[in-house]
């Protein structure tokens, strides 16, 4: 799909600081995107969640004022920190897959 990274940094953030909290990844997501881009007057957030075995949701979101609240799961959290071990990790897996590619 080639998002970019300002795309995925709400779930890959979620996924980084909580792990897999199957569908309730969601609210830790919208909380992140609240605390920290803001969320204007009617704009829309589309939430899509996904359970175990075939539980699934999806919910348009619209916003009836100016949102930008700080939540405490988010307070301490460094984006720019989680970006570069996430680099790493990836830049770790590619030299493997290259080893054993050859």
């Not at 996924?15 to 609210?27: A, D, E, H, M, P």
């Not at 301490?76 to 996430?86: I, N």
Request: aromatic share 12%; glycine share 4%; net charge positive.
């Amino acid at each position: 799909m080639q998002l970019k990274r300002e795309a995925v940094e709400p779930s890959r953030a979620s996924l980084y600081r909580f792990g897999n909290t199957s569908s309730t990844s969601i609210w830790y997501e919208l909380a992140y995107i609240e605390s920290r881009r803001g969320v204007a007057p009617g704009q829309r957030v589309w939430q899509l969640a996904f359970g175990s075995g075939f539980k699934f949701n999806s919910a348009v979101l619209q916003a009836n004022r100016q949102i930008k609240d700080s939540h405490a799961a988010w307070e301490d959290f460094d984006a720019q920190a989680m970006w570069r071990e996430l680099d790493e990790l990836e830049n770790i897996a590619s030299r493997r897959a290259s080893k054993c590619a050859s």
